[in-house]
């Protein structure tokens, strides 16, 4: 709807594919779609998985079926890219680009809710993201309360329910939550808000000391970014003949993405199966060492580029062809495969051993998010990037034309962010405090130490434990 030959009447513009075609409307409904988009994508990946192990729990009995479907459904997965790539660049009304993804969604959500009554239904368990609200709220109520001097009078649950993390010492201010008022039992207490149990508050506190870990995955995101724009970009103008066939830009896409799942998710995971204790920070490092040396690569490649356009003066001449193999770019998208790969391996690995069993699935994809943040902030490191550049009256980095700019420059900041975000993280693993040490954190007799006494918190990491 927002191409120009399909409102061109309503909106009194012309049906031309050029700039001055396109108004305000248009305009509108394109960024209200891509919007769309995001919303769709991400309603996507945090519903289907779950949703597909919900129905294989419910309906062993077609085990055999789906295990005949596997190889149909894996031809697909490879066959449907590969045709997609291909012929994209010889569809040429944006009208149809757009339109044909729209209707085969459309074909599948009809398809989808043709099945929706034999579906199975799951009830509904509640969010733990109420939970960590919870305690900051019961926390907060009870600010002016003293803590027992037994941690045993703590609220520990309903009777015959498990304690699954030991006590810790970090964030005690958050324990108050389980505190019982004098005069009053747990049973007279039917606000939910108000009183939390202990394996509520540790689960927050774990929560809670994974967000300086999650603030190292932004500059991951800002660099995975750079190969869906600038490294599209650079490939755009370069030489992509092989033969008399034209690459078309989406396979550089498609081998970076076969490079991610058929060579690099199998390293990650035997160093995640050789380290089990610390092998997720130890594939996160991996992940951001392929980070610098991804920024890096660019560098000198942009630098080689910048050379064959100034050599053959083509600074002025955005439109032409470069004449440099577009296969150089190849080692920056092998690297940044790379770290596609160790970083999500190595984060669902974290999290699987680190947070509590009902955050799981949540934590996953909240890392995503905050991945994701990092997409959001490569625009704004671009923009402060470019304006420190121009301090001194100096010139912007960032020009209309990747001709005149210094893209070099700026993977060299990358490069720079990414190594002091690596040495950033290694200090914040290092502190952390993991769940296996918390399990080696109990008495002779078996039990948590006191909340009150702390002497194997003390022991063990101090205060600078997160």
Not at 99 to 113: D, E, H, N, Q, S
Not at 375 to 400: H, T
Request: glycine share 8%; charged share 20%.
């Amino acid at each position: 709807m927002s191409t120009p030959p399909v409102l061109a009447n309503a909106t009194g513009t012309c049906k031309k594919y050029e700039h001055h075609c396109v108004g305000h409307t248009q305009k509108v409904m394109f960024y209200t779609g891509m919007s769309l988009i995001a919303v769709g994508v991400a309603g996507n990946l945090v519903s289907i998985k779950p949703f597909l192990e919900e129905q294989r729990e419910e309906t062993d009995d077609n085990a055999a079926l789906r295990d005949c479907l596997k190889i149909p459904f894996f031809c697909l997965v490879v066959i449907v890219p590969i045709v997609g790539a291909i012929a994209l660049p010889y569809i040429k009304p944006w009208s149809l680009r757009f339109g044909i993804p729209a209707i085969c969604t459309l074909v599948a959500m009809l398809l989808f809710l043709s099945g929706s009554f034999t579906y199975e239904k799951a009830e509904p368990e509640g969010s733990p993201i109420t939970t960590v609200c919870r305690v900051f709220v019961a926390a907060a109520s009870k600010n002016s309360q003293s803590f027992p001097a037994d941690a045993e009078l703590l609220y520990q649950g309903n009777a015959g329910q498990p304690q699954q993390f030991p006590h810790t010492r970090f964030l005690r201010c958050l324990e108050k939550a389980a505190i019982i008022p004098p005069g009053t039992t747990p049973e007279d207490e039917t606000n939910r808000w108000k009183l939390c149990s202990v394996t509520e508050v540790e689960s927050a506190k774990i929560t809670l000391r994974m967000v300086p870990m999650w603030t190292t995955f932004i500059v991951c995101g800002i660099v995975s970014s750079v190969g869906n724009t600038y490294f599209i970009e650079q490939a755009s103008k370069m030489n992509r003949k092989l033969g008399t066939w034209k690459v078309p830009l989406q396979i550089l896409l498609l081998l970076s993405q076969w490079a991610k799942k058929f060579l690099f998710d199998s390293l990650a995971k035997r160093v995640l199966k050789k380290h089990k204790t610390y092998g997720s920070p130890i594939g996160i490092v991996v992940a951001m060492i392929f980070s610098i040396l991804c920024c890096i690569t660019a560098a000198r490649v942009e630098i080689s580029r910048l050379k064959t356009i100034r050599n053959h003066g083509l600074i002025d001449k955005p439109d032409d062809v470069i004449p440099m193999r577009v296969f150089w770019l190849l080692f920056q998208f092998f690297l940044l495969a790379g770290l596609d790969s160790f970083f999500e391996k190595s984060v669902a690995a974290f999290y699987d051993t680190q947070s509590p069993e009902c955050m799981k699935s949540y934590l996953r994809f909240f890392s995503r998010g905050v991945s994701g943040l990092g997409f959001m902030c490569s625009v704004l490191s671009v923009y402060v990037v470019g304006m420190i550049s121009e301090k001194g009256g100096g010139k912007n980095w960032f020009q209309l034309t990747l001709n005149k700019s210094r893209l070099d420059r700026y993977y060299w900041v990358l490069a720079g962010l990414s190594s002091v975000n690596l040495v950033v993280f290694v200090v914040v693993a290092t502190c952390y405090r993991y769940r296996d040490m918390e399990a080696s954190g109990v008495d002779a007799e078996g039990g948590a130490a006191p909340i009150g006494s702390g002497e194997v918190e003390d022991k063990q990491c101090g205060y600078c434990c997160l």
